[in-house]
Structure formats: C-alpha cells, structure tokens
C-alpha cells in the first residue's frame, strides 16, 4: 500500500511539473497547513468518547485541471505531522488522497479571486504504539470545504473544516471462569478540526 501510494504521489508531482503537464493544461499548488486543536470522536461497541486532538502542521499538493475559467478539478494528498491526544494517549495522523474542486467568484483577470473548495477521498490513517497498543488502524472518508483567496494567479491563502476517518480493531483472547474466549473489539475513529493553509501555484 505504502508502494502505491508513492507511484501515486510521484505521478501527480510529474504531471503537474513535466511535459504531461503542459499537455494536460495541469498547475500544481504547494501548501502548508496549519490545524488548529480538533475533536477525536471515538466510538464502537456501545461506548462513545471525545478526546481533544492538539494542533499540528501538514503538507498538502494538489494538481489542478483547468476544466473550465470559473471552476477547477482536480486531485490531491495531505501529509498531516502526527499530533497528541490528551491525557497521553499517543499521537496520531493521516494521509488522505482526494479529489478536489475550486469555483472561483471573479474571472482569472483578477489580483484577486476568492474561491469555494471541497475534498472528497479516502484517507490512511496512522498511530504510534501509545495511541494503537494491539490494535490495527484502517483508514477511511475524508471530506473538506471551505473558502480561498487567490493573488495573482500564484499565491493563495485557505481556511476550511475537514473530516478524517478511521477505524480500529483489537482482537485476543481472555479468560472467563476457566474458559478461554476469542474477543473483537471495532471502534470509529472521526477527527474533524478547523484549518489555515497558504500556497504557491506553479
């Protein structure tokens, strides 16, 4: 999975920088991202908990078709940094790749053209050992919308709310009264936060 999810980021990176580019009429952008503190919303066999998720920074590119003057489409990969949970419970990240779409309010004459954009994908999602423990994670939907500004065709600013989801499953086996019995336990895992991101179109 890790393989393909290279191969995938090194063809959009090659489409939106190469000669396909130019032939597809692609642009890449490059993105900082700043999250601000989020919920982690942990729920699966009859419990639900909330958790505070601390603020992290990731990196975003996305590669841009120009489908049409007033809007674009579009794919991209976020790579969020891993972030704490509270109380010490480990850090924890995703990856998601997605599909995206920009439409603009003002035609490309414009210094500045604000936008609305939405994400939709699927993300990987990770966990260090204080986070997981025996448990293995699976990602899931992610989904984002929000508003830019772009300044000369080049430099853009963002702020949005996204959604990450996931899963986790932990299964053993456990001693009751002399009997040995298998268990499986399945949680969701949905992190929703608000985010700043700023860019260079090239």
Known sequence: MRKLLVVVIAMMFLVATG??????????????????????????????????????????FDVLFDSAEMFDIGIGFIYQFPRSVEDDAGKVNFMPIYLVGKGYLTDENQQVRPYLYGHLGYNFFFGDDDFTGSADLEGGLYYSVGLGLLFNNKFLIEAGWSVNNGTATDSGYVYVYNTLYHYTLDADVEYSKLSLSVGYAF
């Open 19 to 60: 000669d396909v580019g130019d032939t597809l009429a692609a642009d890449g952008v490059i993105k900082a991202i700043i999250d601000f503190p989020g919920d982690g919303d942990i729920s699966g066999s009859g419990y639900s908990v909330t958790a505070d998720i601390d603020a992290g920074v990731g990196i975003g």
